[in-house]
């Protein structure tokens, strides 16, 4: 979910596995959700996502269930200036941080080059030497 053009994310859901058979595992689904929201001033700066694992409703049957979803929301105001708002989601991203050069694999790859070259270079020569000296 995006709020104000911050990431969420959290669980909807979770899996007990209770036997290694698929056909044993227990699906259920959470209903209560709790947001943190963060505040400085008129301006949302950060949003946590927590579940509540005490509500929770199994639908591990194929059959319709009634489910009531609930929600809190609690509002704290933080000193965090608007521009910082999403440095935490820059910091925890999965990409890397900095360009990492793998050397030895470039170097690994161009030794090759050079040595199956020097080896189909010794092949022509030895096939086309005979029609050289023609």
């Known amino acids: 979910m995006y709020?104000?053009?911050?990431?969420?994310?959290?669980?909807?859901?979770?899996?007990?596995?209770?036997?290694?058979?698929?056909?044993?595992?227990?699906y259920y689904l959470f209903k209560h959700i709790h947001f943190d929201i963060f505040y400085n001033k008129d301006r949302v700066i950060e949003i946590n996502v927590r579940t509540d694992p005490n509500a929770l409703v199994d639908?591990?049957?194929?059959?319709e269930v009634d489910v009531e979803f609930l929600y809190t929301v609690k509002w704290k105001e933080t000193n965090t200036p608007f521009d910082k708002r999403m440095d935490k989601y820059s910091q925890s991203?999965?990409?890397?941080?900095?360009?990492?050069?793998?050397?030895?694999?470039i170097i690994n790859s161009c030794v090759t080059v050079l040595l199956l070259t020097g080896f189909l270079a010794t092949i022509l020569m030895r096939v086309l030497k005979n029609d050289f000296v023609k």
Do not use: M
């Open 3 to 26: 709020y104000d053009d911050l990431p969420i994310w959290g669980f909807i859901g979770k899996v007990d596995k209770e036997g290694k058979d698929p056909s044993d595992f227990k």
């Open 59 to 63: 639908v591990t049957e194929d059959k």
């Open 93 to 105: 991203s999965s990409l890397p941080h900095h360009l990492e050069i793998h050397w030895f694999s």
